[in-house]
């Protein structure tokens, strides 16, 4: 069978596409080509830029590309007010970014919500910073609140608004130490050193040990009486 498959080892299957023929491709070289057609395509052709035709594809009222470039250069130009650009385009400019508002559809208000609601315009806003985050029912920021601290001001304390901007975060405290002491590193406590002693002295510290051990089972464990008949104490 045809569709049978193949379970030899991977590093003697041929490689996909092996054994089919294909057909050779004759280039042509870059001399052989037809030059003279193409020179009088370039010739019959325009000079048109890409900038050009995208200006006639949008503005189709029939202005020239030129007087499009002109005003686009002179409302694009760095420094310019809008009292200066009025006078070249109509229609009223926007006091913030200085773009003129362009009337999409009816001149209403929705006019300028679009302008708003564009890239240009609010780059040009200031960024509004979101309110402290501070509790309001704190006696301490009702004692400052009371002396001019505003906390949404985004100032720290002091005449010159440098100081610190948030409470201090207060730590656990688990020792008995007082506030402000310095204490030494945390040392831990040293065992007794070991002593090496010979085979004399271990012999030695056993009988010892022994000998207490005896007077220790003695104290506890004799009967008075039976010493007294005995004749021991």
Not at 10 to 25: C, D, N, P, Y
Request: hydrophobic share 30%; net charge positive; with cysteine.
């Amino acid at each position: 069978m045809s569709d049978k498959e193949d379970c030899s080892p991977w590093e003697q299957q041929r490689t996909f596409g092996a054994g089919v023929k294909r057909r050779r491709i004759d280039f042509v070289a870059a001399a052989a080509a037809p030059t003279q057609a193409i020179q009088l395509a370039r010739r019959t052709t325009p000079s048109i830029s890409p900038g050009d035709r995208y200006l006639n594809i949008v503005f189709k009222n029939g202005a020239s590309t030129e007087d499009h470039d002109s005003t686009s250069t002179e409302v694009f130009k760095p420094g310019r007010s809008a009292t200066q650009l009025q006078p070249d385009l109509k229609g009223p400019f926007c006091e913030i970014c200085n773009l003129p508002i362009d009337a999409i559809g009816d001149p209403t208000s929705t006019v300028s919500t679009n302008h708003e609601s564009t890239i240009a315009h609010m780059v040009c806003l200031t960024h509004s910073h979101p309110p402290s985050h501070l509790d309001r029912s704190r006696q301490g920021l009702k004692y400052l609140s009371s002396y001019g601290w505003d906390p949404d001001s985004r100032q720290g304390l002091g005449a010159t608004g440098k100081g610190v901007r948030a409470p201090i975060k207060a730590k656990v405290k688990n020792d008995t130490v007082g506030l402000g002491a310095k204490t030494k590193g945390n040392k831990k406590p040293q065992g007794a050193k070991v002593e090496r002693m010979d085979a004399k002295q271990v012999r030695k510290m056993d009988m010892e040990d022994r000998r207490k051990r005896e007077r220790l089972r003695e104290m506890f464990y004799r009967n008075d009486d039976v010493e007294k008949y005995l004749g021991g104490g």
